[in-house]
Nanobody, 126 residues
Framework: QLQLVESGGGLVQPGGTLRLSCAAS????????IGWFRQVPGKEREGLSC????????YFSDSMKDRLSISRDNTKSTVYLQINSLKPDDAGTYYC???????????????????WGQGTQVTVSP
C-alpha cells in the first residue's frame, strides 16, 4: 500500500529553520515526483516546492523560493524540505504528495498529484 508520512513539524521561533521529511513506503520512490504543500484554515492548499523523480529538478513558489530548499534521497525513500528564516505566516499544515512521472518535471498544483500524506503541523511563534 502506497503511503507518505510527513515529519519534522513543530513549534519554531521566528527566524528559525525547519527540515521536514516525507517518507514513502509501498512504492519505488525513484519513479515519483514529490511536491510539498501548505494549508492554513480557510485557505486552499498552496504549492511550495516540488522535485522530479530522478534528477532532482526542483521548483519553488515565488513567495518562498528564497527560503526553501528541497532534496531527495531515493535510497532512503525520503524527500526533505528545508525552510529557513521562518515567519509566523509560514505556520500551517505541511503536506507532501506523490505522482508517478516519466519526465524529469513536477508541478506545484494540487491537481498534479495522486497520493498525499496526512500532514505535519508547523507553528511559528516566539
Amino acid at each position: 500500500q502506497l503511503q507518505l508520512v510527513e515529519s519534522g513539524g513543530g513549534l519554531v521561533q521566528p527566524g528559525g529553520t525547519l527540515r521536514l521529511s516525507c517518507a514513502a513506503s509501498g512504492f519505488p520512490m525513484e519513479y515519483f515526483a514529490i511536491g510539498w504543500f501548505r494549508q492554513v484554515p480557510g485557505k486552499e492548499r498552496e504549492g511550495l516546492s516540488c522535485i522530479s523523480h530522478r534528477d532532482g529538478i526542483s521548483y519553488f513558489s515565488d513567495s518562498m523560493k528564497d527560503r526553501l530548499s528541497i532534496s531527495r534521497d531515493n535510497t532512503k525513500s525520503t524527500v526533505y524540505l528545508q525552510i529557513n528564516s521562518l515567519k509566523p505566516d509560514d505556520a500551517g499544515t505541511y503536506y507532501c504528495a506523490a505522482v508517478a512521472h516519466s519526465m524529469e518535471a513536477c508541478l506545484l498544483s494540487v491537481n498534479g498529484y495522486d497520493y498525499w500524506g496526512q500532514g505535519t503541523q508547523v507553528t511559528v511563534s516566539p
